[in-house]
């Protein structure tokens, strides 16, 4: 006797259109990886032959994965376990990764607590794989005082909750006693790499070399270079997340769109595939312990960031310049035409001469991947009228200059690499970064020496 584990599926992020997500994983044994969905309904014991075949295939890159007949309305089959001589009746989280069950807690430092890093310490301690130690920065007194106040579509309303620990600076492994090497340390934070200290900088204390797997759960291209080589015996990977997750008021997180994960191990030359491949495996495990948790592996890392940049590298960097929903540039009509679909075409251009085939279709999924009811505010838009620095860096200037070293034309895209520029300048200086002198003399464009015709 087989048991059928069904499972509702629900329509994923905004910025996710156009990539099936896997609502079928064949399982031979409790070892396996499978599927992370929605809502569980109740386990079903059939025959093998009434056990509904596989139907079509498909692909997100380099993986092809495989999809049973969907019809509207209608659960889709998930799990296919043969439990006879066991109990027909088992938790969603017992069934997943027996191996694991068996084995300690791994050790996580998230830092960054913000939406996406508060809802990936839930997920972490919720799924029961991993103890969590969370960085926090200016909420640190709120949750110290109340706890998180979570308000998810996924977990529900939850008051006062805490990770296993929260610091408020990053722990030094080498000198602060009771503290265990870390297995992970996730990073979670915007990725503002014009303002100093560098990344690297930040987590070096928490790193034990050759030990600590690095995950960066950040936007943009070519993130990880300057962490391998400031870490170069440890493993780093790749997470491009696609959830909705904010903070406000602090302590409060507002989670309002599907939780979808995926992780890749990005190459490190010092280390062997294997092991970057084996520490991004294991880290889907414990993500996708947690019910409601979309978490898979990719191994094709430069696909699905490339992908991703479609969409930040138009629509939240135009809604950035521009302050607009992207509901009302799609009512512009020209903004789409003149701006976001032109750096699309740009970022797809750049990508295909990388090696990276982004199809064409892809094109205008993104451009109509926010609902039109949402009035939607790209994260970048909302670092600006927060008054925060935006992390523009990676999501244009990488590509931007990936593409000219390749021969690439990106006329738009450089144009608006140029204004972003001009807006974190900007919030540098009100933030005491830059100090504007008073007179010209020494500067480029002071126009010290410059004779003028008065007339």
Same mark, same amino acid.
């Given at each position: 006797?087989?048991?059928?584990?069904? $499972?509702?599926?629900?329509?994923?992020?905004?910025?996710?259109?156009?990539?099936?997500?896997?609502?079928?994983?064949?399982?031979?044994?409790?070892?396996?990886?499978?599927?992370?969905?929605?809502?569980?309904?109740?386990?079903?014991?059939?025959?093998?032959?009434?056990?509904?075949?596989?139907?079509?295939?498909?692909?997100?890159?380099?993986?092809?994965?495989?999809?049973?007949?969907?019809?509207?309305?209608?659960?889709? $089959?998930?799990?296919?376990?043969?439990?006879?001589?066991?109990?027909?009746?088992?938790?969603?989280?017992?069934?997943?990764?027996?191996?694991?069950?068996?084995?300690?807690?791994?050790?996580?430092?998230?830092?960054?607590?913000?939406?996406?890093?508060?809802? +990936?310490?839930?997920?972490?301690?919720?799924?029961?794989?991993?103890?969590?130690?969370?960085?926090?920065?200016?909420?640190?007194?709120?949750?110290?005082?109340?706890?998180?106040?979570?308000?998810?579509?996924?977990?529900?309303?939850?008051?006062?909750?805490?990770?296993?620990?929260?610091?408020?600076?990053?722990?030094?492994?080498?000198?602060?006693?009771?503290?265990?090497?870390?297995?992970?340390?996730?990073?979670?934070?915007?990725?503002?790499?014009?303002?100093?200290?560098?990344?690297?900088?930040?987590?070096?204390?928490?790193?034990?070399?050759?030990?600590?797997?690095?995950?960066?759960?950040?936007?943009?291209?070519?993130?990880?270079?300057?962490?391998?080589? +400031?870490?170069?015996?440890?493993?780093?990977?790749?997470?491009?997340?696609?959830?909705?997750?904010?903070?406000?008021?602090?302590?409060?997180?507002?989670?309002?769109?599907?939780?979808?994960?995926?992780?890749?191990?990005?190459?490190?030359?010092?280390?062997?595939?294997?092991?970057?491949? +084996?520490?991004?495996?294991?880290?889907?495990?414990?993500?996708?312990?947690?019910?409601?948790?979309?978490?898979?592996?990719?191994?094709?890392?430069?696909?699905?960031?490339?992908?991703?940049?479609? $969409?930040?590298?138009?629509?939240?960097?135009?809604?950035?310049?521009?302050?607009?929903?992207?509901?009302?540039?799609?009512?512009?009509?020209?903004?789409?035409?003149?701006?976001?679909?032109?750096?699309?075409?740009?970022?797809?251009?750049?990508?295909?001469?990388?090696?990276?085939?982004?199809?064409?279709?892809?094109?205008?999924?993104?451009?109509?991947?926010?609902?039109?009811?949402?009035?939607?505010?790209?994260?970048?838009?909302?670092?600006?009228?927060?008054?925060?620095?935006?992390?523009?860096?990676?999501?244009?200037?990488?590509?931007?200059?990936?593409?000219?070293?390749?021969?690439?034309?990106?006329?738009?895209?450089?144009?608006?690499?140029?204004?972003?520029?001009?807006?974190?300048?900007?919030?540098?200086? +009100?933030?005491?970064?830059?100090?504007?002198?008073?007179?010209?003399?020494?500067?480029? $464009?002071?126009?010290?020496?410059?004779?003028?015709?008065?007339?």
């Amino acid at each position: 006797m087989a048991v059928v584990r069904l $499972y509702y599926r629900q329509p994923c992020h905004h910025s996710f259109p156009g990539l099936l997500l896997p609502t079928f994983a064949s399982v031979s044994s409790l070892g396996q990886t499978r599927t992370r969905c929605i809502s569980q309904l109740p386990d079903i014991p059939m025959p093998p032959s009434q056990v509904p075949p596989l139907r079509r295939a498909f692909s997100t890159g380099s993986q092809t994965r495989m999809l049973p007949k969907q019809r509207p309305c209608l659960p889709s $089959y998930v799990s296919i376990v043969n439990l006879s001589n066991t109990l027909t009746k088992t938790s969603h989280r017992n069934l997943s990764m027996g191996s694991l069950a068996e084995s300690p807690k791994s050790n996580v430092l998230i830092v960054g607590s913000g939406g996406v890093g508060t809802m +990936a310490a839930y997920a972490l301690e919720k799924g029961g794989k991993a103890r969590v130690t969370a960085v926090l920065r200016s909420n640190f007194a709120a949750v110290e005082r109340n706890g998180f106040q979570i308000n998810s579509l996924d977990h529900g309303t939850i008051q006062g909750w805490r990770p296993s620990e929260i610091m408020n600076s990053i722990p030094d492994v080498t000198k602060q006693k009771n503290v265990r090497p870390y297995d992970y340390v996730v990073v979670t934070t915007k990725n503002i790499a014009d303002v100093s200290p560098e990344l690297s900088e930040i987590i070096a204390p928490a790193i034990s070399p050759g030990h600590t797997t690095i995950a960066l759960v950040q936007n943009g291209l070519n993130i990880e270079r300057r962490v391998i080589e +400031a870490f170069p015996s440890n493993p780093v990977i790749s997470g491009v997340s696609f959830i909705g997750a904010t903070e406000g008021p602090k302590g409060t997180i507002k989670h309002d769109d599907h939780d979808v994960l995926i992780v890749g191990a990005f190459k490190n030359p010092n280390i062997s595939p294997e092991v970057s491949e +084996a520490s991004a495996k294991r880290w889907v495990e414990l993500y996708g312990s947690c019910p409601g948790i979309d978490c898979m592996y990719e191994p094709d890392v430069k696909f699905t960031r490339w992908r991703k940049l479609l $969409y930040n590298s138009s629509y939240n960097t135009v809604a950035t310049i521009l302050q607009m929903d992207t509901s009302r540039m799609r009512v512009s009509e020209h903004i789409i035409d003149d701006l976001i679909r032109p750096i699309m075409m740009e970022i797809r251009a750049a990508a295909a001469a990388a090696g990276v085939n982004l199809p064409l279709e892809l094109i205008d999924k993104m451009i109509f991947a926010d609902t039109f009811e949402a009035f939607f505010k790209p994260s970048m838009l909302q670092d600006i009228e927060r008054g925060n620095y935006i992390e523009f860096e990676n999501i244009v200037g990488e590509p931007l200059r990936e593409a000219e070293k390749l021969g690439v034309p990106t006329p738009t895209l450089r144009v608006v690499y140029g204004l972003l520029k001009g807006i974190q300048w900007k919030v540098r200086e +009100a933030k005491g970064l830059v100090k504007v002198p008073t007179t010209p003399e020494g500067l480029k $464009y002071g126009g010290a020496n410059v004779k003028r015709n008065v007339t």
